[in-house]
């Protein structure tokens, strides 16, 4: 596994029992619009990249003939198994692996989804080459990932989000999106924005932010004007105190011709 991997893996595999528990990853909104934009069928052969403990892959499984999750963090994926079992989902699998290097052989699988994770990856760009790699002639990528309004707002959001977790990349901009997965061979065939509010107290709990680091997101979030905070989703309440923040959740769907 390359190095550069490591701090994803370190990161999921300390915080793999409040993921596995957490509602915004098992039933937030963004994956009834991602179900909806993959129109998963009995034929496909499904690929969830950073499944992390296998939420999209539970959601594909019954609709699908087979998916594999594939994820760098193994105690992720114990969580994913266990679900799954406990489901009865016999045709689900999970496997440790990088989504910059997947290890299957080209067009593997008529359906890619990856949600809430491709901000993580250093090179999206050698994710979508393979992406586009293991899908068969025809086959859909549909992708959920948080998203920066602006270039502007992505370089203090990419601050205040590596802060929160190290493991955190880039949060880019609709464009930049677009300008990666043509250049990686896809067609955009629609995308759309959904909605997150996400509290204070509980994201910094779920990465496992000390309170030294609390407090250094709350100064680094004071800094702001009050233009930039509204940009940056920030929301306080009466007494001027951070209680959370708003983030669009890009879903899209990709075709790979
Ligand atoms: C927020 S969690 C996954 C959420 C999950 N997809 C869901 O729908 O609930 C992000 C996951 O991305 C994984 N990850 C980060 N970078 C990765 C990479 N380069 N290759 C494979 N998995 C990666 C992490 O290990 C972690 O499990």
Partial sequence: MPSESNSSRAQFNAHAGKYAASEVHRHGPSLPVLLEYAAPMREDRALDVATGTGNTAH??????GEVVGLDLADLMLDHARQRAREDGQTNARFVVG???NLPFPDAAFTLVTSRHAPHHFLHLDRFL???HRVLEGGGRLVIADQISPTSAAQVWMDEYQTLRDPSHHAQRTVEAWQDLTAA????W??????PYRLEFTWWTA???CTPTTVER????ADRLSAAERQAAGLEYDAGGRLIAHH???MVVRLDRP
């Fill in 129 to 131: 080459a393979e992406a």
């Fill in 206 to 208: 779920q990465s496992g």
């Fill in 217 to 220: 997101l709350r100064a680094h």
């Fill in 189 to 194: 065939t629609r995308h759309t924005l959904v």
């Fill in 59 to 64: 959601a594909l499984a019954p609709f699908v």
């Fill in 98 to 100: 990088s989504a910059e």
């Fill in 184 to 187: 990686a061979g896809f067609v």
């Fill in 247 to 249: 983030e669009q959740m």
